[in-house]
Structure formats: C-alpha cells, structure tokens
C-alpha cells in the first residue's frame, strides 16, 4: 500500500447537498481517500479545487 498527493476538480453547479459525493467518488477513480480538503473556489467557473492523499 503506497500513499499518494492528488489534485482534482469538482463541479459545483450540480446540487450542493451532492457534493461530499461528488468529491469522494472523483478521488475514488485515484485510490482509497484517507483525507481531503477544499483548498481553492474558482467562482468563474464554478469549480471546487481539492487536494487530497489516498492511497493504493
């Protein structure tokens, strides 16, 4: 098992009451996530950043 930094972009124009689901299935494509955060908003295109450590 090897832990590993990610970056991913999450949409927020879908329904805000999705998002913990949003956010845990993009980071599961990556591995199991141990731990996430919102680090960046970009309200232009209305797109959460999050960094997060998983792992494989």
Do not use: C, Y
């Amino acid at each position: 098992m090897t832990t590993h930094f990610i970056t991913a972009e999450v949409d927020l124009k879908e329904n805000p009451l999705k998002f913990k689901k949003d956010v845990e299935a993009r980071l599961n494509e990556e591995g199991e996530p141990l731990r996430w955060a919102v680090t960046e908003v970009d309200k232009e295109t209305q797109k959460a950043h999050v960094e997060a450590i998983v792992t494989k």
